[in-house]
């Protein structure tokens, strides 16, 4: 092996009989870590960088292996997640870095990765090439987290709460490029608010569709289909029933005895149980009971995966229906059961696979209150998947349901627009709970006015290099925008200049607009996460000074679970 005096390793590489292992044991030192470093969070961002906008580019992933399909993509994320190796190892590093930052940035927003990768990448290179004419990495790092929070705070001052269906709309279509979907969407959440359960499924028509459904339902069924009473629409309705909950897993038939007798002793026409499971003996004197002009009894599986889940829904159940909830680890049989342990409902309907009701009839003001204390929760809570998980037990207690039908020419098409359709719902939810900033980049600028001010203020020379990357780097989104919709940005910038304040470039008609009444926005919540995650990752990555491999390096795996800062 021929020794390479530009990188310097403390140890050479392993040998084994004869034949070089896959990856030396190696340590990299300066200048060659920013190098490879560098080329590799460039090889990424460039990648990425031509999606961003509402004229995007595609990126083309070609298959792996045996997999001769062509993706084509147009989410940061998704194009980082495609990337698991490069074969220089120190780009492999820096690629690596980003892909991290991207991906945990999906997981918290659902968006914005885009915007995030020309952020890092520009703030990274403005740093290495400081630093690298004699600045100091640590002292810019800790300058470019205090500009940062200046950065917060102007972004701050630029938030505006939503408040029409026009701007619903108008925030739908800046993330899905759709105009129909953007319709069906802005009025979906006008009529369901912000904790509205709203749902994406694949579509089997040419155009999208939409469908509302009052009250809620599950995606668990009847235990037995012979409880099915409309072969028609293929479901079982009960009117004005009564509702019994139970975590039970139900042997015998004697167990249901007391349930069904206290039923018929207080006159109840329909019944509707609850249990984790029904055993076949039990579903047949269900059924051998069944009595249209006496008591319709049905059955169907207690919602959830496990005790926790199985117990959430059961509680969301007993407050909006009134019923008394029976839990097996607390000892709790049926034998005990009296009139007042039944709930209400005006309607409910269940099939083979799922289960719903409106019109229930519990305690409107213990409803208000449950539902704003897990408000509360929601607000409080930083883990990305306990706020989601939160979200859809407020919006399954408001009641009501909106349903759209993404439709696609193909199969592939019509699962890119589901996933697409998604990440704008999460957007739209953020907007709609914490507000909006102009949209193109331009809330970002609004931000150097006072990053030029700051910068001219003080004397010492790290902070002031700080000040002038961050004003260099936050140019850099709407200049990407703008260039891939095929405009020069410089020209651009000199017309918004001229026409003021508030006003933006709408790459979509090529004219300077005001960029609220044209209803270009961005949820404020996304582009502060995106500012503050780009940002605070390219000061850390600017620290790093060595670069060490491992002989067999590790697969990439998908990052972890991200935590949620809030701004």
């Not at 194009?79 to 492999?92: G, N």
């Not at 929760?377 to 349901?401: F, K, P, S």
Request: hydrophobic share 40%; proline share 4%.
């Amino acid at each position: 092996m021929r020794y390479d005096p530009t990188r310097q390793h403390v140890k050479y590489p392993f040998f084994n009989a004869g034949k070089k292992r896959e990856q030396a044991v190696g340590v990299v030192f300066q200048p060659k870590t920013y190098q490879g470093f560098q080329r590799g969070i460039n090889l990424l961002a460039k990648a990425i960088r031509p999606t961003l906008g509402p004229l995007p580019r595609q990126v083309a992933m070609a298959g792996v292996r045996y997999d001769l399909r062509v993706e084509f993509l147009d989410n940061g994320a998704d194009i980082a997640r495609h990337i698991i190796q490069i074969d220089d190892p120190d780009e492999d590093v820096g690629a690596m870095f980003l892909r991290e930052v991207l991906w945990n940035l999906q997981m918290q927003t659902g968006d914005g990765t885009a915007t995030a990768a020309v952020l890092f990448a520009s703030v990274f290179n403005e740093g290495v090439h400081y630093i690298t004419s004699g600045g100091n990495a640590s002292r810019l790092n800790l300058f470019l987290h205090q500009a940062l929070e200046l950065v917060i705070d102007e972004l701050n001052k630029q938030v505006a709460p939503l408040e029409t269906e026009e701007h619903l709309v108008n925030i739908a279509e800046s993330h899905c490029f759709d105009p129909l979907l953007a319709k069906y969407l802005g009025e979906m959440f006008d009529v369901a608010g912000e904790f509205g359960r709203v749902e994406v499924r694949p579509g089997n028509r040419r155009e999208h569709e939409r469908e509302y459904f009052e009250g809620m339902y599950w995606d668990v069924g009847l235990f037995s289909r012979e409880m099915i009473t409309d072969m028609n629409s293929y479901k079982t309705e009960l009117e004005n029933a009564a509702i019994i909950i139970s975590d039970f897993d139900i042997q015998s038939p004697e167990e249901l005895y007391p349930v069904l007798e206290t039923a018929l002793r207080e006159n109840i026409r329909s019944l509707f149980i609850m249990a984790k499971s029904l055993s076949p003996k039990a579903i047949n004197f269900l059924l051998s009971n069944r009595n249209p002009e006496r008591l319709t009894a049905v059955a169907v599986k207690n919602p959830g995966l496990d005790n926790a889940q199985r117990k959430a829904v059961m509680e969301d159940i007993a407050i909006l229906t009134g019923a008394k909830p029976f839990v097996k680890d607390a000892g709790e049989s049926f034998l005990s059961v009296k009139p007042a342990d039944y709930g209400l409902a005006r309607k409910i309907w269940a099939d083979h696979e799922h289960f719903g009701f409106s019109g229930g009839k519990g305690d409107p003001r213990s409803i208000r209150k449950y539902i704003q204390t897990l408000r509360t929760l929601y607000q409080n809570e930083d883990d990305v998947i306990i706020r989601d998980e939160i979200r859809a037990h407020i919006g399954r207690l408001l009641g009501g349901t909106a349903t759209v039908y993404v439709s696609g020419s193909t199969d592939e098409e019509i699962k890119a627009n589901v996933e697409n359709t998604k990440r704008t719902i999460a957007a739209m939810r953020t907007a709609m709970l914490e507000g909006v900033v102009p949209g193109g980049g331009l809330a970002l600028l609004e931000c150097i006015p006072a990053l030029n001010e700051k910068m001219h203020s003080c004397s010492d020379i790290d902070e002031r290099a700080a000040y002038y990357i961050l004003t260099n780097a936050l140019r850099a989104p709407f200049e990407a925008i703008v260039g891939n919709a095929g405009y020069k940005p410089d020209y651009v910038r000199a017309q918004m200049d001229a026409a003021g304040i508030g006003h933006g470039f709408d790459v979509k008609t090529g004219k300077v607009v005001r960029l609220d009444e044209a209803g270009i926005l961005d949820p404020a919540s996304l582009v502060k996460t995106v500012a503050f995650s780009a940002i605070s990752s390219a000061a850390l990555a600017l620290t790093v000074d060595v670069l060490v491999h491992h002989r067999k390096p590790e697969k990439a795996a998908l990052p972890e679970r991200a935590k949620i800062r809030k701004l």
